[in-house]
């Protein structure tokens, strides 16, 4: 599961749908209609709010509205509803992790799209991330 800190226009076709999916599962666990992933690190920082299913219904509107700009039909009566969510702050350190994690990703699927935005030193964050200066997260898995 990844639910990238950048933001959804900088993904290809086939990490936008896996982000929908990832994202729904999500937010099913902050509800509690599942028992698996209940533990998976790239849900810490939704469950640092006040209501960690409103965040990430919150989450989930951005990643449907950039599906809606490509023309792609995702359902958003699967979003679940966002009164009383938070913004979740960042680090200027993930936001860089994953961009270099998500172009070694684009560099195998999509090479044309990494065209694209190799000249974008620093990617713009999901709105629902505002960044302040640090390092990678604790909860981030780190590559070798």
């Known amino acids: 599961m990844r639910l990238w800190t950048l933001h959804p226009k900088y993904l290809d076709q086939k990490?936008?749908?896996?982000?929908?999916r990832e994202a729904l599962l999500a937010?099913?666990?902050?509800?509690?209609?599942?028992?698996?992933?209940?533990?998976?690190?790239?849900?810490?920082?939704?469950?640092?709010?006040a209501a960690p299913a409103a965040s990430i219904?919150?989450?989930?509107?951005?990643?449907h509205r950039e599906a809606l700009k490509r023309g792609y039909s995702f359902d958003n009566t699967k979003i679940g509803p966002t009164e009383g969510a938070e913004?979740?702050?960042?680090?200027?350190?993930?936001?860089?992790?994953?961009?270099?994690?998500l172009k070694e990703k684009l560099q195998v699927r999509a090479p044309s799209l990494l065209m694209?935005?190799?000249?974008?030193?620093?990617p713009d964050p999901h709105p629902l991330f505002?960044?302040?200066?640090?390092?990678?997260a604790e909860w981030e898995r780190l590559k070798e």
Do not use: C, D, K, M
Not at 43 to 48: P, V
Not at 116 to 122: A, E, H, R, T
């Open 130 to 136: 505002p960044i302040v200066p640090g390092i990678v």
């Open 57 to 63: 219904a919150l989450y989930l509107l951005e990643v």
């Open 15 to 20: 990490g936008l749908v896996a982000l929908w």
């Open 87 to 101: 913004l979740i702050v960042a680090t200027s350190g993930q936001l860089e992790y994953e961009w270099v994690h």
């Open 116 to 122: 694209n935005i190799q000249s974008i030193s620093l």
């Open 27 to 49: 937010q099913a666990v902050l509800n509690g209609q599942t028992r698996g992933y209940t533990r998976h690190p790239q849900l810490i920082r939704f469950r640092q709010t």
